[in-house]
């Protein structure tokens, strides 16, 4: 295997023959490039060859389901690693276009070990990657991906006989009888389905058309230009978007899907967005008391009500806070035995006996639904309001580059550690810890607190803040918190904010 140059000159013969791989791209649980500005064709081929020399390495079985999303670069893409994979001596079964959990899902149906999805998820146009696991609901974590990005970046891929391709029908169909199986509505729901043009648009609308909701559709039809906005339910422009179709509509609530479908964003009756965490612990409570006792793992990006909330204490609920990063969450709820687990960014990870324990925006949108049957009387907004009153702020984003950000945190925690330490307070409280498991979350005397801790996934920093007490409060946590980003001057702009 050639070694993989970092940079190739574009519009050359070496561009189109020689394997270039940005090394940033290998992140703690994907990986995720600009294409073709960090990655070309043969470096896509190249890192095919590196997942099937990982699994034969690792003893794996070299049979691997792969998919793509809907992205005019993402079928050339898939091809590329599918080349490389075969070289690899492993056995592809493409299963086409399709949203990363119905991916997951197919291991599970085909009965193969291997999963790898090409998809960029929520980011941008421009952006294309791969998720991948050998053993689902697992997928691959910060130690395979260290594994794999060497065997792939050093050129130690192996070639091996052995390789075939077939290309799989009817996964959808069965996809949509394990998230439905024989449940039907009898209460009548109108839900508007937003997709943003991303890939979900071709799947969320029949799955509700199944279960026997009204759809209102927002944006369902595909188009890879993403001409309204990106697909990203925690970015506020999508939320606002689905809130005007509501009201506009009149239909009970809306949910939103990300580009690749494994994340459900959540608007009420009312208009109001609920930030999925909180989604998370209305849904926690509804199965809190059909599962008494269970265990919740919430990522640290997540409200504090998990911990709190008196009617999820009075079931008995375990709450386990853990590292953001849909592989870290699927690990921890698997090794925890979790019944589910519920990150800021809406991944959901709803285990057995609800789902097989991956993330998986539909299988949300059927709980949610399943939900709303089981309590008639209320509305989303009687569920949103039922909860205890904190104040959160959505996931900033401050940019800060994939070269540096880890050691800009690396830092930062550092200096609030150090703060905390000292006595000195914040937003005018004392800090009661600080919990440095994904960075570092500031947590003060009253349970408020703000986060800050380096993206997976992009060049940025990501920061949340929550108050049990006030906006004010929320918005001096946030103050606070920031002008302590501000003293490293690696951190820019920030995507949104309050």
């Not at 294409?35 to 079985?61: C, F, H, K, S, W």
């Not at 960075?439 to 949340?464: Q, Y």
């Amino acid at each position: 295997m050639t070694k993989p140059a970092a940079a190739v000159t574009p519009n050359t013969w070496d561009f189109l023959r020689d394997p270039m791989i940005a090394p940033t791209g290998f992140r703690e649980y994907d990986a995720r490039w600009k294409y073709p500005d960090q990655i070309n064709l043969p470096g896509m081929t190249a890192l095919g060859l590196g997942i099937g020399t990982q699994m034969r390495r690792r003893g794996v079985e070299p049979v691997i389901a792969v998919g793509n999303d809907y992205r005019d670069y993402s079928l050339a893409i898939k091809q590329a690693l599918v080349l490389g994979l075969m070289q690899a001596g492993v056995q592809v079964k493409d299963i086409g276009p399709c949203i990363t959990p119905m991916a997951y899902f197919s291991s599970f149906h085909l009965g193969v070990p291997g999963v790898a999805m090409v998809t960029a998820s929520h980011n941008p146009n421009g952006w294309t990657g791969v998720k991948m696991g050998f053993a689902m609901p697992l997928t691959h974590g910060p130690d395979e991906m260290a594994e794999l990005r060497d065997i792939v970046l050093n050129g130690t891929g192996e070639a091996a006989p052995g390789g075939g391709y077939e290309t799989v029908q009817g996964v959808w169909d069965a996809y949509m009888d394990d998230l439905v199986g024989d449940f039907k509505m009898t209460r009548k729901l109108k839900v508007v389905c937003a997709t943003g043009n991303g890939t979900a648009g071709a799947y969320a609308p029949a799955l509700f058309e199944r279960l026997g909701v009204e759809v209102v559709p927002s944006h369902n039809e595909l188009d890879y230009t993403f001409p309204h906005y990106n697909p990203n339910p925690e970015a506020m422009e999508m939320l606002h978007d689905m809130a005007a179709t509501v009201k506009d509509s009149g239909a009970d609530f809306a949910l939103g899907f990300d580009g690749d479908g494994d994340r459900c964003g959540v608007v009420d009756d009312e208009g109001e967005e609920i930030f999925a965490d909180k989604v998370g612990v209305i849904l926690a409570r509804d199965l809190a008391r059909l599962h008494p006792g269970a265990t919740f793992v919430a990522d640290v990006k997540s409200t504090g009500l998990f911990a709190s909330d008196p009617e999820l204490r009075k079931h008995g609920v375990k709450a386990d806070y853990w590292k953001t990063g849909h592989s870290h969450m699927k690990r921890r709820v698997h090794e925890l035995g979790a019944l589910a687990g519920f990150e800021k960014s809406g991944h959901y990870f709803l285990a057995d006996p609800i789902g097989r324990g991956y993330d998986d925006g539909m299988r949300v949108a059927v709980e949610i639904c399943k939900l709303m049957e089981r309590n008639p009387e209320m509305k989303m907004s009687d569920l949103r309001k039922a909860l205890p009153r904190t104040w959160s702020t959505p996931t900033m984003s401050p940019y800060a580059a994939d070269t540096e950000k880890y050691d800009i945190l690396d830092r930062l925690v550092a200096k609030l550690v150090a703060r905390a330490e000292s006595g000195e307070p914040l937003a005018g409280r004392a800090i009661k810890e600080v919990v440095t498991v994904n960075g570092a979350r500031v947590i003060l005397d009253n349970g408020s607190w703000g986060l800050v801790r380096a993206s997976s996934n992009t060049p940025n920093l990501v920061v949340v803040c929550e108050s049990s007490e006030s906006e004010a409060e929320m918005r001096a946590i946030f103050a606070d918190l920031d002008a302590v980003i501000r003293t490293e001057p690696g951190v820019g702009d920030y995507d949104q904010t309050i």
